[in-house]
């Protein structure tokens, strides 16, 4: 089992940037593959972005590709999400979540089975 917790969520205007990050404890971080998620009231949770074990590969939904970077350091045990040009569309609750079986990349949902706390995301216009 792995504990993840998540911050850096905040109020940010259209156009705007944060930087989540993501707290891993509990298992070797280096092995677990990570993904980012999120879900807006009302809506189910979708993928946003997932990292390999060792970094070398990432994926993105078509949503934020060319905003929103992925990125990990094995040495902290955390794994970061950069959201650049943040839309209203972008509120929600973001969580990171980790899958320890499989060896590639996924954007499933039921494939990840630790996941954070979530934290809050507001993009005003």
């Known amino acids: 089992q792995v504990q993840l917790v998540e911050s850096g969520g905040g109020l940010v205007q259209a156009g705007g940037s944060l930087r989540l990050s993501c707290a891993a404890s509990?298992?070797?971080?280096?092995?677990?593959?990570m993904g980012w998620f999120r879900q807006a009231p009302g809506k189910e949770r979708e993928f946003i972005s997932a990292?390999?074990?060792?970094?070398?590969?990432?994926i993105y939904a078509d949503s934020v590709k060319g905003r929103f970077t992925v990125a990990r350091d094995n040495a902290k045990n955390t794994v970061y999400l950069q959201m650049n040009s943040l839309k209203p569309e972008d509120t929600a609750v973001y969580y990171c979540?980790?899958?320890?079986?499989?060896?590639?990349?996924?954007?499933?949902?039921?494939?990840?089975?630790?996941w954070g706390q979530g934290t809050q995301v507001t993009v005003s216009s």
């Open positions: 509990g298992r070797t971080f280096s092995s677990l593959n």
């Open positions: 990292i390999n074990w060792s970094g070398s590969t990432t």
């Open positions: 979540a980790a899958d320890r079986y499989r060896s590639y990349t996924t954007k499933r949902t039921g494939d990840y089975d630790s």
